[in-house]
């Protein structure tokens, strides 16, 4: 299992390195660059940069070479100092920036994703167990209906509804006055207050699926042999349903945990935007309107380090729950 | 599974007493009787088979047995299990399985432990996800001790008896790095681990190929020559039948239409739909151009049928006139062969006397038939 994961993380090198190319190569392709977009800005508040200035711009941010100079240049840079290259746009390293959202973006991609599992799974296993009852139509009737439902428009209701009710439109992770002190019981608290309205509009839609997926799940596993088996034996239905049906509806579940932390990381910046949260997604979204090519570029190269690395994840964890699975990759090995 | 000549023995006792079962399942298409009026005996050291194609209701008969049915199903009759001594044979402190809770801990004291079940498919019926050791044990572990490294003993010691060698590295292994055979063998030992007094063994050896699914049958038979326990055989094979069984029942579309000691079966086939089945198996020595004899058509499904024998579109001796007027009873030929057919009821709608071969109840006026529930237990 070792030389398992160890041969997977080394072969995770090229791929990485792959994917920076074709990201470096997309994010330059649209005609312009950072110093065309950012003397458009200029123009509109009526300043102008002469060519002679825009050239000297473009030799200073090493703008004028071909693509794949720049792309040797800026990698180089991050292998051998961690330098991940210049934001123009923020007028900061990268790093300084990334290192700014990056919290707050984990939290809420986390508890988004804790909040998906947390409410779909046992909402999944119900429907399951009392097919076609009330209350799995009732679940199955409201789990469509937040599938369907549009990300911002669920966000705007719920902003409403809070400031309806609480005064408050709980805009942002924090309230202002928090912002300038240090950390504290009660500004804990008042983040988790703020994170209720982000983590339900990002998590519905993928709960919803996931008590579908859930439910399906269950239902195929609590109709197999062996637990007809277990029944035979004298099992209680409790224990069966726990031991082998739940057990195993998990597997296809854990197989995505890796891809849907990234999914939830990506997804979120409409909602983001509409909320006002610190997060990378309206960054990263600024980042490539503006051709800021640098930040962009490791954002992109960060998730798609993301990717990789949760699906090592869910490959290991699956590997765990599943000796069918372990044993192939042991022969393999 | 006792091969000496069955008729001459004293019975053994009664271990289980199925009278009048009947499981119903509603479809979209009606009521689908699926299981419709069976009875039958089991006795302690003794095998009963029960024969019949797919669709005859046989392993739904097996199941209800346990309770296994979703409680969607509608079931009645009685499945009486007397007590382990014979003691209840009587019938008067026997346990009526039907009439326990389906999920209930009456009924769960019962499964694995007094009744077990083996399963046609080896290949499914462990979990993939659990050792071959832990499934064994968990029957162990419900119904023999608390303790569970004794029930490892036990484990391995049925392991062994099963005929898996090298018990102590299989016991930890997954099912699938067992074979088709030795996962037949594990589940016989996870049957048999708690020593139950019946044995339900539905199409054990159905996906086996054939030498295993024949060293299969003689652990069955060595293990039930051990431990005394009654089998009840459930199979579509009458090879396999005549190899491993005391008594045979013949089950179509739901109900028992031929039950008799097996030789007697093989030897003097009543049934129009027994005979068809046993024209049906190739012989060897049979000629080049012989043709096997299917029976004609399908089981019809058994939803809405009106009251008339059920296998008579597919019957070479129907009597017209007389199949379609109502259904036939079962018939007691000798006190321990009976048939469902009007070619043996002297009380059939119209006498005439039919083509064919009825050497019992035309032969022999003074061997009348007679409804089985006065016969003799």
């Known amino acids: ?333 | 599974m006792t091969t000496t000549p069955e008729d001459t023995t004293p019975p053994a006792h009664l271990v289980l007493t199925v009278e009048d079962l009947a499981v119903h399942v509603p479809t979209e298409h009606g009521l689908l009787r699926a299981v419709d009026g069976v009875s039958f005996e089991v006795r302690a050291g003794r095998t009963l088979g029960i024969v019949g194609e797919s669709g005859s209701g046989k392993s739904l008969t097996a199941k209800s047995l346990l309770r296994l049915h979703p409680a969607a199903f509608r079931e009645s009759g009685r499945v009486l299990l007397h007590g382990a001594d014979g003691s209840g044979a009587d019938g008067t402190d026997a346990l009526d399985i039907m009439e326990l809770r389906r999920d209930g801990p009456m009924i769960r004291a019962v499964r694995g432990r007094r009744i077990a079940l083996i399963f046609q498919e080896p290949m499914t019926a462990f979990s993939p996800l659990h050792t071959i050791g832990d499934q064994i044990m968990e029957a162990i572990l419900l119904h023999r001790t608390a303790d569970r490294a004794e029930a490892r003993d036990i484990c391995l010691e049925w392991m062994l008896r099963v005929g898996i060698g090298d018990a102590q590295r299989r016991i930890d292994q997954y099912p699938h790095e067992f074979s088709g055979g030795m996962r037949q063998r594990a589940m016989i030992a996870m049957a048999l681990s708690c020593e139950p007094e019946v044995l339900i063994a539905d199409e054990p050896t159905t996906a086996l190929d054939v030498t295993i699914q024949a060293q299969v049958l003689e652990l069955m038979q060595e293990l039930q020559a051990e431990t005394g326990m009654a089998i009840v055989f459930i199979t579509h094979d009458l090879a396999v039948v005549a190899g491993t069984c005391d008594e045979v029942a013949v089950m179509y579309l739901g109900r028992i239409v031929e039950q008799a000691p097996v030789r007697e079966l093989f030897a003097n086939p009543q049934h129009p739909y027994t005979r068809g089945l046993l024209r049906s198996i190739p012989r060897f020595g049979m000629g080049r151009d012989e043709r096997l004899q299917a029976i004609e058509g399908t089981v019809p499904q058994a939803i809405d049928l009106p009251a008339m024998c059920s296998f008579r579109d597919r019957c070479g001796a129907r009597i017209e006139g007389v199949c379609e007027t109502a259904e036939p009873r079962l018939l007691e030929l000798t006190d321990r062969h009976q048939v469902r057919c009007f070619l043996h009821d002297p009380d059939a709608p119209v006498p005439d006397q039919p083509v064919g071969s009825t050497e019992s109840t035309a032969s022999d006026p003074a061997h009348a038939p007679v409804v089985p529930e006065e016969s003799p237990a």
């Open chain 1, 1 to 333: 299992m070792l030389t398992y994961i160890l041969r997977r993380t080394l072969m995770m090198i090229p791929v990485v390195l792959v994917i920076s190319v074709i990201v470096f190569w997309i994010i330059q392709l649209p005609p312009g660059d950072y110093v065309s977009s950012h003397v458009m800005e200029l123009q509109k508040e009526g300043e102008q940069l002469s060519a002679a200035e825009q050239d000297a711009l473009r030799e200073r941010y090493g703008l004028d070479q071909p693509w794949y100079a720049q792309y040797l240049a800026w990698i180089w840079g991050i292998l051998t100092r961690g330098d991940l290259g210049y934001s123009f746009a923020y007028s900061q390293p990268v790093l300084a920036v990334v290192e700014r959202y990056m919290a707050t973006t984990l939290i809420v991609a986390v508890a988004s994703m804790v909040f998906t599992y947390v409410v779909a799974i046992p909402i999944g296993v119900y429907s399951a167990v009392k097919q076609y009852s009330v209350g799995d139509y009732v679940f199955t009737t409201v789990g469509f209906l937040g599938m369907a439902t549009p990300n911002f428009l669920l966000a705007i209701i719920l902003m409403y509804l809070s400031y309806i009710w609480f005064g408050n439109p709980m805009l942002g992770l924090q309230s202002p006055e928090y912002a300038a002190q240090g950390w504290s019981p009660a500004r804990v608290l008042d983040m988790l207050r703020h994170l209720v309205i982000p983590v339900v509009v990002i998590g519905t839609a993928s709960t919803c699926e996931l008590i579908r997926v859930m439910r399906g799940q269950m239902l195929d596993e609590m109709t197999k042999q062996h637990v007809l088996t277990a029944r035979a034996k004298g099992v209680k239905e409790s224990t069966n349903l726990r031991k082998y049906s739940l057990r195993a509806a998990l597997n296809p579940i854990v197989s995505t945990i890796g891809w849907s932390l990234t999914a939830i990381f990506t997804g979120s910046t409409i909602t983001a935007i509409v909320l006002n949260l610190p997060t990378q997604g309206p960054v990263m979204l600024d980042a490539l309107m503006a051709q800021d090519m640098y930040l962009a570029g490791a954002w992109l190269g960060f998730m798609a380090i993301l990717t990789v690395i949760g699906t090592l994840i869910s490959d290991i964890l699956l590997a765990w729950l599943d000796p069918r699975i372990r044993d192939e990759r042991r022969a393999r090995a």
